[in-house]
């Protein structure tokens, strides 16, 4: 049984060193991975749907060419444009505001590391240790977890516009 | 020696007494008188002085008899001092002899007394800052006139050390509840149940207790540790035997003192300075606006989002109907007329919607600056003061770096929630205006198709 507690301690104790910024992190991070895993699904099993959908309507009509004709097809592409972009914007947001929580950790920690400094003075090192790793520790959360959501994001923008542009060709207009 | 002056004085009267009768003016027989007066006076005159010669005579036998009997008691008296100073001799000697003889038989004694002062110096200032002097207030007292008195301490104070060091040692290990004083935060003494756990914390009501070693009583602390500790407070209280969670300072009160000088939430964020407020008026001011911004946001979407079910009717209240109704107003016209009337409307519908983004923007990248702003103007102070003290103290320069430190927290705190509303409205807004540009034309087409069908 050990085998399986053993990764869990090491996330506790790894999380009580952190200080609270990396519990924050945590939560941050569990919030990111279920919007990525959330558009994953979305991409693999609605996109297809979606973009079938909106051929269908595009190919339901009979006149392809007048400008009417070029403003619905607008309409279906902005329509569905918004609907495969979902919650890209707010993925990327909480990217970008990783590093600024490692870094808001790090100055805490440096806060307690000055606060033992006045208690004890400069020559307890042992004690300022517990402020070290809660400085570091959140900085390096914040990075790892930046860098996490970093691939899959540009992988969704990749996907969005590609099948953005592919829908758009295949909406012919004469 | 007055009297003589007096008889002399006398004589002189009678030399006078005599130059008056001779004056020529006197009579032959009172001359014979005088003559005879004369005489008799000259008799008493020596009679007088041999009276007084025989006096004198009487006085140096007795004088001589005075000098005898004092040069009889000298002697006398210097042979009493010469039996003394050999007494004395003889004493000094004996006393030298007794004190080697004490030394002797003393010997590792003299020793041990030392160590018994030591000891009781020692449990002295062991008591004085123990907490189990808050119930035992007088033990210090005694310990204190041991350690220091130069006598040889008695069997019954050797005893008294034994049993109050032996006391303390047994305290240490004990749980007990006593009456005692409590000085609460605002200074009022009150006499009520303590509990206390050896000598290493003291609660009383649900609270925890600090030691005051000079005035021997507990005072409550103005600030008390977490609430889960607190309620292990009040647990142990009321527990009576068996096994209870309770909270101990295992430094003896110096943690729970260190809690009480540690910065609460409000003293942390007044560290900051004008920087720090600054920044906090600064992002209350974005977070108001941006929740403003979200009930417009909303407010205008529900209008949209019903304005595209109902698009016979456009109504003028909101920005979809105001495009919409470009094209109802005249029907007629032609498709190029229409794309340029529908740009115009368009254009006209998007600055509202973006009003406001652009400051929660320059709020998200102001908040970092003004944080390093308050760090630069800590880091400032804190070399002020570095050059007027030098660096000996580290607490004097603890109150630059902490608004170094807080300001910097400060100004993140401040651009994550900012960096977060921002992509939020954004999202909603840039939403919106894309049903404007791209889809009010579709929705137009849509509708003039279903006209003509």
């Known amino acids: 049984m050990d085998f399986i507690a053993e990764p869990f301690r090491n996330v506790r104790d790894f999380l009580e060193a952190g200080g609270l910024i990396v519990q924050v992190l945590l939560v941050v991070a569990l919030i990111l991975w279920a919007m990525i895993f959330e558009r994953a699904l979305y991409y693999w099993r609605v996109m297809p749907t979606l973009i079938a959908n909106t051929q269908d309507a595009w190919s339901a009509r009979t006149d392809h060419s007048s400008w009417y004709a070029k403003k619905v097809k607008e309409k279906l592409l902005a329509e569905t444009s918004r609907q495969l972009a979902g919650s890209v914007t707010l993925i990327k947001a909480v990217v970008a505001l990783c590093p600024l929580l490692g870094l808001l950790g790090t100055v805490t920690g440096m806060i307690q590391v000055f606060e033992v400094m006045a208690a004890l003075g400069t020559g307890n090192a042992r004690a300022m240790a517990a402020g070290v790793s809660a400085a570091t520790l959140p900085t390096m959360s914040g990075m790892v977890l930046a860098l996490s959501g970093l691939y899959p994001i540009s992988r969704f923008e990749h996907i969005v516009d590609r099948e953005l542009r592919r829908l758009g060709d295949h909406m012919i207009t004469h | ?453």
């Open chain 2, 1 to 453: 020696m007055s009297a003589r002056i007096i008889r002399r004085f006398g004589l002189v009267a009678t030399v006078a007494a005599l130059a008056a009768a001779s004056a020529p003016a006197s009579a032959q027989g009172s001359l014979q008188d005088l003559l005879n007066q004369t005489r008799n006076v000259r008799a008493q005159e020596e009679q007088l002085n041999k009276q007084r010669e025989q006096e004198f005579l009487r006085d140096r036998n007795k004088q001589s008899q005075r000098l005898a009997d004092a040069k009889r008691a000298q002697a006398a008296e210097q042979q009493r001092s010469n039996t003394l100073s050999a007494q004395f001799d003889a004493n000094e000697k004996k006393l030298t002899e007794l004190q080697s003889q004490l030394d002797a038989k003393a010997g590792t004694l003299g020793e041990m007394f030392g160590v018994v002062r030591q000891v009781a110096g020692d449990a002295a200032s062991t008591v004085h800052n123990s907490l189990i002097s808050a119930q035992f207030p007088d033990r210090e007292e005694f310990l204190q006139n041991l350690a220091q008195s130069k006598a040889l301490p008695s069997i019954d104070e050797l005893e008294k050390l034994w049993f109050e060091i032996q006391r303390e040692m047994t305290e240490t290990g004990r749980i007990v509840t006593f009456e005692g004083t409590v000085v609460t935060p605002d200074g009022a003494e009150t006499q009520q149940p303590i509990t206390r756990i050896g000598s290493f914390t003291a609660v009383s009501d649900g609270q925890f207790l600090n030691f005051l070693p000079e005035s021997k009583v507990l005072a409550e602390l103005s600030k008390q540790p977490a609430s889960r500790y607190v309620s292990t407070a009040k647990d142990l209280e009321a527990a009576d035997s068996g096994y209870v969670n309770a909270t101990i300072d295992p430094t003896r009160g110096s943690l729970l003192a260190v809690l009480v000088q540690t910065p609460g939430l409000v003293e942390k964020a007044q560290q900051g300075g004008v920087v720090g407020y600054v920044i906090m008026a600064l992002a209350l001011m974005g977070i108001l606006m941006a929740i403003f911004r979200f009930f417009v946001l909303s407010a205008v979407g529900a209008k949209i989002s019903r304005q595209k079910k109902n698009i016979d009717t456009p109504s003028e209240d909101n920005p979809l109907g105001r495009v919409l109704s470009v094209y109802t107003k005249d029907t007629n016209v032609d498709t190029e007329t229409l794309e340029l009337r529908l740009d115009e409307a368009v254009l006209r519908e998007i600055p509202p919607l973006e009003r406001g983004l652009s400051a929660l923007k320059i709020l998200a990248a102001v908040g970092p600056l003004l944080g390093l702003l308050g760090t630069v103007t800590g880091m400032i102070i804190t070399f002020q003061q570095i050059q007027l003290f030098g660096t000996g103290d580290p607490k004097l320069m603890a109150g630059g770096i902490s608004q170094a430190l807080t300001t910097t927290v400060q100004g993140l705190v401040m651009a994550i929630p900012m960096v977060l509303l921002h992509a939020f409205l954004a999202s909603r807004s840039k939403a919106l205006i894309q049903v404007l540009e791209e889809e009010s034309a579709g929705i137009i087409a849509e509708h003039a198709e279903k006209a003509r069908a």
